[in-house]
Nanobody, 126 residues
Framework: QVQLVESGGGLVQAGGSLRLSCVAS??????????MGWFRQAPGKEREFVAA????????YYADSVKGRFTISRDNAKNTVYLQMNSLKAEDTAVYYC?????????????????WGQGTQVTVSS
């Protein structure tokens, strides 16, 4: 069983930065092998893809809306994936979730991910 715990959300002014963290605990599994993703869901909207990264970083994807502002990274030794968010906008306000896919392909669809964290709220004031 994989457990994912996000942290780092909060309230920030437009133009500011936040860094989200997601720590994975995976009994009997090697977390470093799995592609990891970040998704977000704003009130009244569907969950949407933000960023995803394979274990080595050779496959990294971003939603167009965050490209150039957000960076996904991971520290496999710490079983942690990060989302550095810069130049935040009011439209970035959402609950942010990290997710793990127990395969090898890096996906951008939420349905392809097997495990999810509980989410962390990010609120950007304009």
């Amino acid at each position: 069983q994989v457990q994912l715990v996000e942290s780092g959300g909060g309230l920030v002014q437009a133009g500011g930065s936040l860094r989200l963290s997601c720590v994975a605990s995976a009994s009997g599994r090697t977390f470093s092998r799995y592609p990891m993703g970040w998704f977000r869901q704003a009130p009244g909207k569907e969950r949407e893809f933000v960023a995803a990264r394979g274990w080595s970083g050779s496959s990294t994807y971003y939603a167009d809306s965050v490209k150039g502002r957000f960076t996904i990274s991971r520290d496999n030794a710490k079983n942690t994936v990060y989302l550095q968010m810069n130049s935040l906008k009011a439209e970035d306000t959402a609950v942010y979730y990290c997710a793990a896919n127990l395969g090898v392909v890096v996906h951008t669809k939420a349905s392809e991910y097997d495990y999810w964290g509980q989410g962390t709220q990010v609120t950007v004031s304009s």
